[in-house]
């Protein structure tokens, strides 16, 4: 059974900084796509980032290029997205995501498992 579960998520002030982290289990994946979405309060899922599991090419969206960094550590199976310089625009409910697609995929009806969320809130 796959499970991606996400953690450190809270509240920052703007221009502040989290980690989170997302522990994959259940199935080895190495052929896919790790991404992290985002979903404010009436918005749609968007795409944030996405990192192919083995090899480290990464992409971006273009309101985190320069703020936000993915990276994956094999050993530990995780995945992390690292967000510095925070706006209140970042805030959502963050997911990571694993998918069989390409490292530019930004549509989360390409992804095929899903964490639960964690909740990141930035006050201006």
């Known amino acids: 059974q796959v499970q991606l579960a996400e953690s450190g998520g809270g509240l920052v002030q703007a221009g502040g900084s989290l980690r989170l982290s997302c522990a994959a289990s259940g199935r080895r994946f190495s052929s896919y796509v790790m991404g992290w979405f985002r979903q404010a309060p009436g918005k749609e899922r968007e795409f944030v980032a996405a990192i192919a599991w083995s090899v480290d090419i990464t992409y971006y969206v273009d309101s985190v290029k320069g703020r936000f960094t993915i990276s994956r550590d094999k050993d530990k199976n995780t995945v992390y997205l690292q967000m510095n310089s925070l706006k209140p625009e970042d805030t959502a409910v963050y997911y990571c995501?694993?998918?069989?697609?390409?490292?530019?995929?930004?549509?989360?009806?390409?992804?095929?498992?899903w964490g639960q969320g964690t909740q990141v809130t930035v006050s201006s």
């Open positions: 995501a694993a998918g069989r697609v390409l490292v530019t995929s930004t549509r989360p009806s390409d992804y095929e498992y």
